[in-house]
């Protein structure tokens, strides 16, 4: 039995699917946060966060890696953790710098930060080679608007250190700059309570499908694991309102992406203790890395990916996290291809009505997760206001995500925002 440090999560499905991956190899786990009550909120009423049935529940300020670390060294001469790990953005960084301390097994601190730190992913690219957009990181307006103009509108506005597509626009010229800019100059600091880097990255807006690519780095090999495709609605916004997993692709596109998806990883030295996500467009003038992210895929991709193949990333992403070889052999699960759509909403108000039992009993429908009525409602500007979503396989072929269009287009008709 391994003992984990589990520092901080999202509180979305992975915050569920890693403490059950944890159980199921056998270990147990630790858990280190700065706010237990920011998961006790995320739990069903009346039921347990299943963070929260650790072995052990520490609070400690996560956010002062500082001053994190020496504690998390008293911490290991006790408990003697074999790995440590998150599935939270924001924390990545602190794990791999907690693993360097504790010698544990992980990527080098200094490749985990390059690639969360949207910025610093780009310039390493850029200098390997790996093709990308292009683009500008500046702090002052004279600066990004002058940055603008040389790369020509429409662009893209990032944060560099946010995630989830917030505050991700489209920009067609200097009045929607200067708009963009100013929203993220008032989002100082992040949901968790870190200070953000007041820099804003300027890219060329891409043609062509965006996909992702989700692989597990073990001992200096990177293993793909497959490539999802991805629809993005909400413009100026880029919130992802659907994947599906084979992505219906040609095998000459999803090589393309593989590869592109390897170079990345590989310039950035993530190739070890690290399970991740990285995004791909398929432009006209051929694949460039959007981003990469040194975590299991959100949006539960990690479970479309285990419908289809039998491969549990989560369990994967414990088994690296340990320095262990990860299972990585498909199964034949019946499906060829699992699709997830989300309800994304276009207006603000109160729920009023949302139905989905009749998809619940349907034979194809994997889950189905909606919003309760009542709940208080915004029009969605990220990947954070979905009110739901709906999952659905497909025994014959890659019709998965027409499947599940045609479901959401049901649960549209019954859905009342007041």
Known sequence: MAHLLVVESWVGSMSRLLPRAIREGGHEFTFLTRDLHHYLRSAPEGTAHPLLGARNVITADTNDTEALLPEVERLHAVFGFDGVITSCDYYVSTVAQIAGRLGLPASSPDAVENACRKDATRRVLADAGVPGPRFAVHEEWADIARAAREIGYPLVVKPVDLCAGMYVRRVDDEEQLAAAVGALADFPVNARGQRRAPVVLLEELLDGPEVSVETVSHAGAVHVVGVTDKSIGGAPAFIETGHMFPAALSAADAEAAEQTALGALKALGLTDGVVAHTEVKLTS???????????????RITELVRHVTGIDLAAAFVDVSLGRAPGLQHTDTGLRSAAIGFLVPETAGTLE??????????????????????????????????????????????????????????????????
């Open 353 to 418: 009505a949302l139905d989905g039992s009749r998809l619940r009993a349907l034979p194809d429908v994997l889950e189905v997760q909606l919003a309760e009525p009542g709940k208080q409602v915004k029009a969605a500007g990220s990947n954070n206001e979905y009110l739901g979503h709906v999952i659905a396989g497909d025994t014959e072929g890659l019709g998965a995500r027409d499947r599940v269009e045609e479901l959401l287009g049901e649960l549209r008709s019954g859905l009342v925002i007041r």
């Open 285 to 299: 003038a051929g694949p460039r890395v959007v981003e990469v992210n040194p975590r299991p895929a959100g949006n």
